[in-house]
């Protein structure tokens, strides 16, 4: 996989640039538009980046408003959480923050003028009720009983609306377009509707709230966008978009481009869905170390440049596609390959006992980093007791195990050559300590005997190993697709997260969540921010050395 391919041309770089050399616009807007009912994951990253990206790109503007149109799910701390993963994420909205409610005046004037122009009406069914009027795909739709209404009335209905005097349902703002559309949403689609909820924005100022299509356009035109980029399911919506920008008095004309979606392998990426995870106590919340949200990624270690070199090479097209894991994967990997320090940590460990030693400290040096020397050395202390991976001793004889054996040879990396001598066993029959030799000669040399010996294995010192939780996890869900799953809960992965008791380096005792570690030859790991404190460190594991899921998949 090439990294270097960043920013991919793409049909709305192609869209722009013929827009600026033809002249049809001079300044380039854009917006990112969330709403505030959850956190931001990866397929915003993927809108973030493009929306931000154009604005740097050709030196134009990117706006950031909330669109706050549906006050029964939004929250400020939803609006906290999205402002923060922007920021991370390396983005800078133009000027203030918006929201849609700023615009809440306007968009009432501008209803109130549709209705003037006999284009909206108050219709008074109910919502089952226009939803049975509405018609199928089939069947054209049935003109609702109120459509007729004098604007007189309407103006009157909508103004009572707005003063609280029907109740929550029973009345409802339609644009009066075509019950015979071949376009669903062209079928009167309601522009406002009524809820006695406080707004997080203006409290209990309005009881009448406008719908997603109305604030949309009206408010991209009020902020002078120029190209608003949504993904392809709003594509039917573009004629509801174009349909109210052309019947109301704006001053400029923002025009709709769609895009297909982020989908990744063994996730879901719908607010609704991440929700359920949570509610139903399958993560731990919107910053899981396995959910893909933008809050969830930085837990767990990913640092902003992967995500964005990710979303640039996965590019913008029309089509349907589920990226695989190991793309995202792929950059995490590489940008930390490059700037991770290298430390010791066992994660599951086995004492291993060096006979011939005496009760001694030893100060070692082991290198930062493999390749850049500029990163530095550090003392690692080293003693007669050690803790191994219990992964890296094998009590059969194999042909093949470069690790250690009784009878065999391995270097302990940044140390000595050891030999397995004999082993104790616990009364399950798991070996507890296992006893070596050492050959003193060969601290960081080879035998001077011309010996060979290919294993070369990690240990952390038992005198000065810190205990640390490491939590290692697994894509959260068993399936590629689980969003085509009904009940896709029940494909969640029971076995995602993985809690081992280990040891780590003394190094490691002031790990900060912001700095990630290779752990030689086990991955790529970062301290908890939410777990990790003095008294307990805490790991997570962000990737591993190399795409093994990928392997195990071919090998089956
Ligand atoms: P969800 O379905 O996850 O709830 P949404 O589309 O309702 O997402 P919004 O807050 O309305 O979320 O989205 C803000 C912007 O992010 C929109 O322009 C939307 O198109 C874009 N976006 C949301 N999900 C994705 C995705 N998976 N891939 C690309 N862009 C996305
Ligand atoms: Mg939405």
């Known amino acids: 996989m090439n990294k270097t391919n960043i920013h991919k041309k793409n049909f709305i770089y192609q869209i722009i640039e013929n827009d600026l050399i033809n002249g049809k616009h001079v300044l380039i807007r854009t917006r990112f538009p969330p709403e505030p009912n959850g956190y931001l994951h990866i397929g915003h990253a993927k809108s973030i980046c493009l929306n931000f990206g154009i604005a740097n790109k050709y030196k134009g503007r990117c706006n950031l408003r909330f669109d706050d149109t549906n006050p029964v799910k939004e929250n400020i701390d939803y609006i906290n959480s999205i402002k923060k993963d922007i920021e991370w994420l390396g983005f800078k909205w133009c000027g203030d923050i918006r929201y849609s409610s700023d615009y809440f005046d306007i968009l009432y004037k501008h209803a109130i003028d549709l209705i003037k122009k006999g284009l909206a009406y108050v219709d008074e069914l109910t919502s089952e009720e226009i939803r049975k009027y509405r018609g199928t795909l089939k069947q054209h739709g049935r003109d609702s009983p109120y459509r007729k209404r004098s604007v007189k009335d309407n103006l009157l209905l909508f103004h009572k609306m707005r003063a609280g005097e029907f109740k929550e349902g029973k009345a409802c703002l339609r644009a009066k377009i075509d019950m015979a559309s071949s376009f669903m949403i062209m079928r009167d689609p309601v522009l406002y509707r009524i809820k006695f909820v406080k707004h997080h924005q203006l409290g209990n100022k309005w009881c009448i709230y406008p719908m997603y299509d109305f604030a949309h356009c009206i408010s991209d035109a009020i902020e002078g966008i120029t190209h608003s980029l949504c993904t392809l399911e709003f594509l039917n919506n573009k004629h509801l978009y174009n349909w109210i920008l052309d019947n109301i008095k704006i001053d400029s004309r923002p025009s709709q481009y769609e895009f297909s979606r982020l989908n990744i392998e063994y996730s879901v990426l719908s607010k609704r869905k991440l929700n359920k995870l949570i509610f139903e106590n399958y993560v731990t919340g919107w910053d899981d170390p396995r959910m893909l949200t933008i809050s969830g990624l930085r837990r767990r270690g990913y640092t902003s440049s992967s995500i964005r070199n990710f979303c640039y090479h996965i590019g913008v097209t029309k089509q349907d596609s589920n990226i695989k894991l190991s793309t995202l994967e792929f950059y995490i990997r590489s940008d930390l390959n490059e700037s991770a320090f290298r430390v010791m940590a066992v994660i599951n460990p086995v004492l291993l006992v060096i006979e011939n030693m005496a009760d001694c400290e030893k100060i070692l040096i082991a290198k930062n980093h493999p390749n850049k020397p500029e990163l530095g050395i550090r003392n690692i202390p080293f003693s007669n007791k050690i803790y191994i991976d219990r992964a890296d ?14 009878g065999k040879e391995v270097r302990l990396r940044y140390s000595y050559i050891i030999k397995a001598e004999h082993i104790e066993k616990d009364e399950k029959g798991d070996v507890k300590i296992i006893y070596c ?25 038992k005198l000065h190993a810190l205990p640390a939780e490491i939590r290692l996890y697994d894509r959260l869900f068993t399936v590629p697709n689980p969003d085509i799953n009904k009940d896709f809960l029940s494909t969640v ?27 030689e030859r086990e991955g790529y790991f970062c301290a908890d921010s939410c777990l990790s404190n003095k008294n307990n460190l805490v790991f997570n594991k962000i990737v591993g050395l190399r795409d093994t899921w990928s392997k195990i998949k071919k090998n089956k």
Not at 396 to 405: G, Q, W
Not at 503 to 511: I, M, Q, T
Request: neutral net charge; proline residues 6%; glycine residues 4%.
């Open 437 to 461: 030799s050492y050959d003193p000669d060969t601290l960081n040399k080879n035998p001077v005997d011309g010996r060979r010996v290919k294993g070369v294995i990690h240990w952390v010192s």
């Open 393 to 406: 001793f094998s009590e059969s004889e194999c042909l093949e195990y470069y690790r250690l054996m009784i």
């Open 493 to 519: 992965n029971k076995k995602s997260l993985v809690i081992c008791n280990g040891f780590v380096e003394p190094s490691l005792c002031n790990a900060k969540s912001e700095t990630p570690y290779q752990f």
